[in-house]
């Protein structure tokens, strides 16, 4: 199947997405738009390109497990992108994927400009890699 991921920013949404053997999640872009309608219809223009089967939204639960106004905010999204384009749509705990986006880039000396433009799709990613791992354990098909 192939899954698309969404790490939503206010600013910046990141995009990853895997093929249908869900074995490599691999960045695709990251959308830099601040209005939440047109991010929106260019993350659903994506899914379209991409021919996703599924969403997975990134859910930004706080660390204690309770949910915030971000995860308000990601679930107005997932809902209304699930609505513009008909691919079922799941939300994701994301707690951490932005620290661990940073880690990565780290380790490969991203720096500036350059880094500041890739985390949000390194953090789609690590959501996309993090779903898959459950859909291999879990033995989820759908």
């Given at each position: 199947?192939?899954?698309?991921?969404?790490?939503f920013?206010?600013?910046?949404?990141g995009?990853?997405v895997?093929?249908?053997?869900?074995?490599?999640?691999?960045?695709?872009?990251?959308?830099?738009?601040?209005?939440?309608?047109?991010?929106?219809?260019?993350t659903?223009?994506?899914a379209?390109?991409?021919?996703?089967?599924?969403?997975?939204?990134?859910?930004?639960?706080?660390?204690n497990?309770?949910?915030?106004?971000?995860?308000?905010?990601?679930?107005?999204?997932a809902?209304?992108?699930?609505?513009?384009?008909?691919?079922?749509?799941?939300?994701?705990?994301?707690?951490?994927?932005?620290?661990?986006?940073?880690?990565?880039?780290?380790?490969?000396?991203?720096?500036?400009?350059?880094?500041?433009?890739?985390?949000?799709?390194?953090?789609?990613?690590?959501?996309?890699?993090s779903?898959?791992?459950?859909?291999?354990?879990?033995?989820?098909?759908?």
């Open positions: 199947m192939i899954i698309m991921s969404v790490d920013g206010d600013a910046r949404t995009i990853a895997c093929g249908k053997s869900e074995m490599i999640a691999s960045p695709v872009t990251v959308i830099a738009e601040k209005d939440f309608d047109k991010c929106i219809e260019k659903a223009a994506l379209k390109e991409q021919r996703a089967e599924k969403i997975v939204v990134g859910y930004p639960k706080n660390m497990g309770t949910i915030g106004e971000r995860c308000e905010k990601c679930t107005l999204f809902e209304k992108l699930e609505e513009m384009t008909g691919i079922p749509t799941k939300l994701w705990d994301e707690r951490c994927t932005t620290v661990s986006a940073h880690n990565y880039l780290n380790v490969t000396n991203t720096r500036g400009k350059k880094r500041k433009n890739v985390v949000d799709a390194v953090a789609a990613v690590i959501i996309l890699e779903y898959l791992e459950y859909r291999k354990n879990s033995g989820e098909t759908t």
